[in-house]
């Protein structure tokens, strides 16, 4: 059986290529707002037979597996002061907490919840200086977990797919980087075929103000 270290779901897209490696300015970047992601497209999921798709119903099918459930999960109310080392597939993250998926940081202990229906929450946090994007008090969320690929998706394309994150993402897989997304809750997909193995595969995401996934975001945000 491959495992997997991150809901994944199979589809039919062309292989993409290696991702080069990140620069972590890119949430800072006007001319930047993915890399190695699939163009979004219209919802559909590829199901293996007709009487599947009628019943539409995903989570009964053989090509899809939740990511949903608990978490590793590391916090930071600064963007500077984020793990810049916990993407490889041995880091010890036992003394990290745990986050559900999907989750809101700030339902589960993590800054404090804001919403308002005129403006942006953000506002009166930082100097209103577009379109520079600051670091203090720009949260920063970092997951990690290891997930087991089914046996039967031996030779297939594998799609992770990201539902909605808050505000920008950057995803390793088995600590290679795959690629990075923002646009808020805009769903994200990537093609981590080519960084799936047989044994252990380790995921970590970051989302980030802008999955290991490293996630940064402001305010009100969750995967």
Request: proline share 6%; aromatic share 14%; glycine share 8%.
């Amino acid at each position: 059986m491959n495992k997997l270290f991150l809901s994944l779901s199979l589809s039919v897209f062309t292989l993409t290529a290696y991702a080069q490696q990140p620069t972590m300015t890119e949430w800072h970047d006007l001319q930047v707002n993915e890399v190695n992601r699939f163009t979004p497209h219209t919802d559909f999921f590829g199901y293996e037979s007709e009487a599947l798709a009628l019943a539409g119903d995903k989570t009964r099918s053989s090509r899809y597996l939740s990511l949903d459930g608990t978490w590793r999960f590391s916090w930071v109310a600064d963007a500077d002061q984020r793990p810049t080392d916990c993407f490889g597939v041995d880091f010890d993250d036992h003394n990290w907490a745990t986050m559900p998926v999907p989750g809101i940081w700030e339902l589960n202990g993590y800054g404090h919840p804001e919403y308002v229906n005129i403006g942006f929450a953000w506002r009166g946090h930082f100097t209103n200086n577009p379109p520079e994007v600051p670091v203090k008090d720009n949260h920063v969320g970092t997951y990690r977990r290891k997930i087991s690929i089914p046996s039967s998706w031996n030779g297939k394309q594998v799609i992770a797919h990201f539902g909605s994150v808050t505000s920008n993402m950057y995803l390793w897989v088995n600590g290679r980087y795959v690629g990075y997304t923002e646009d808020s809750k805009v769903a994200a997909e990537f093609d981590i075929t080519p960084y799936v193995h047989r044994g252990e595969t380790s995921l970590p995401f970051r989302p980030s103000v802008g999955a290991t996934v490293l996630m940064t975001k402001t305010r009100i945000s969750g995967v």
